[in-house]
């Protein structure tokens, strides 16, 4: 089975906050799935789903952010997870890449992204498939680009158009974990991050 986790911080305080991109891009896959995140096992809400004609394991850990590993370990013990390089993907949120744009990784640092850095702890390796998805500010019109302050943007609520940008991301984060699922990292690495590089490129 594959476990497919999303950070974020529990609380409807953080509900729509950028922090918790990956706890609604786990939302919008049960929602297709016809599954509600609620059994409570390893420290976080899961919900067994069919996806891509897989059996997956959707979770939110409880844990809040920074202790995320913990959560994702003890998921993987669980679930006997010998492989976490193939069997796991774990969404959050960017600040370096732009509100509407996500990237796929096989495997990197944690970037300052505190929850990042409990996972690479709990698990001792760096090697486990990533969806980042962005939540920083769009650059100015001239290109110039805007810098997004921390933990207080991070913690404040999305407003309308922000939370619209992120709606069609999530879609597509969806399609991307479908592809992972259905024809691998590097077709899904392929066709979504060119994709993703393509549109900036374009301006849109």
């Not at 997870?81 to 370096?96: P, T």
Request: glycine residues 10%.
């Amino acid at each position: 089975m594959k476990l497919i986790v999303g950070l974020g911080n529990p609380g409807i305080e953080y509900q729509f906050t950028p922090h918790n991109a990956g706890f609604l891009a786990i939302d919008r896959i049960a929602e297709d799935c016809g599954v509600v995140v609620s059994n409570r096992r390893g420290k976080a809400l899961t919900a067994k789903a069919r996806l891509a004609g897989q059996e997956v394991l959707l979770a939110k850990p409880e844990t809040f952010m920074n202790l995320s590993g913990l959560s994702v370990a003890a998921l993987v013990n669980e679930l006997g997870i010998e492989n976490v390089a193939q069997d796991v993907i774990v969404i959050y949120d960017e600040l370096a890449f732009p509100m509407g744009r996500f990237r796929i990784a096989e495997r990197g640092s944690a970037n300052g992204h505190n929850g990042i850095k409990s996972i690479l702890g709990a698990l001792g390796t760096e090697d486990w498939l990533r969806i980042r998805i962005g939540v920083g500010k769009p650059a100015l019109e001239d290109g110039r680009e805007v810098k997004a302050g921390g933990r207080d943007y991070l913690l404040t609520p999305m407003r309308k158009q922000e939370l619209a940008t992120l709606d069609e991301v999530l879609d597509r984060v969806k399609l991307a974990v479908e592809t992972v699922l259905t024809k691998g990292v590097s077709t899904a690495m392929n066709e979504f991050n060119r994709r993703e590089e393509k549109d900036s490129s374009d301006g849109k």
